[in-house]
T-cell receptor, first 111, second 108 residues
Framework: NAGVTQTPKFRVLKTGQSMTLLCAQD?????MYWYRQDPGMGLRLIHY???????AKGEVPDGYNVSRLKKQNFLLGLESAAPSQTSVYFC??????????FGPGTRLLVL | AQRVTQPEKLLSVFKGAPVELKCNYS??????LFWYVQYSRQRLQLLLR??SRESIKGFTADLNKGETSFHLKKPFAQEEDSAMYYC??????????FGTGTRLQVFP
């Protein structure tokens, strides 16, 4: 099992550009999450999904959109990137006993 | 509101010293409590959960409902314990709430 994977690992964008981050899990988990990690701010939830075809807003959803067309994939989109979105993005899925399994992260730099 | 506080951003100790990473949560029912750890250049992973009452890598965490705390402790820190530690209560909702994290540095 690969667990949770994320693509890409690193990306540089110019302000105003768009991109999609892909998260995939092979553990058949229903719940999936997107977080951003910033120094001194900890992990903040952007969006999450409780199952295929569903999405919900987290703590900091503005500027991001998500889609969960397939159970194993959870996509995070930035329509018009801003420097404030420079961060490390983590995807996670939730398994038994509420345990979350994290991906390796995507480092995004917006210039 | 459901909140979790980790008051120390950075905790530095020498190898062999005791360690206590503090976590306080807002009272709202009886949350399940977790500690996650992130070693340098690695993904976050579960360190321990309260419900299991387990000891992982020498770490334990005691739930104090009166003080609404779930502090993480280890009697003798090792250099390999250097990492970022996150406390995370689960309030019977669809999501975990993560604290801001404490960076533990263990010096030789």
């Amino acid at each position: 099992n690969a667990g949770v994977t994320q693509t890409p690992k690193f990306r540089v964008l110019k302000t105003g550009q768009s991109m999609t981050l892909l998260c995939a899990q092979d553990m058949n988990h229903e719940y999936m999450y997107w977080y951003r990690q910033d120094p001194g701010m900890g992990l903040r939830l952007i969006h999450y999904s409780v199952g295929e075809g569903t999405t919900a807003k987290g703590e900091v959803p503005d500027g991001y959109n998500v889609s969960r067309l397939k159970k194993q994939n959870f996509l995070l989109g930035l329509e018009s990137a801003a420097p404030s979105q420079t961060s490390v993005y983590f995807c996670a899925s939730r398994g038994p006993l509420e345990t979350q399994y994290f991906g390796p992260g995507t480092r995004l730099l917006v210039l | 509101a459901q909140r979790v506080t980790q008051p120390e951003k950075l905790l530095s100790v020498f190898k062999g010293a005791p360690v206590e990473l503090k976590c306080n949560y807002s009272y709202s029912g009886s949350p399940e409590l977790f500690w996650y750890v992130q070693y340098s250049r690695q993904r976050l992973q579960l360190l321990l959960r309260h419900i299991s009452r387990e000891s992982i890598k020498g770490f334990t965490a005691d739930l104090n409902k009166g003080e609404t705390s779930f502090h993480l402790k280890k009697p003798f820190a090792q250099e390999e314990d250097s990492a970022m530690y996150y406390c995370a209560p689960h309030y019977n909702t669809d999501k975990l709430i993560f604290g801001t994290g404490t960076r533990l540095q263990v010096f030789p």
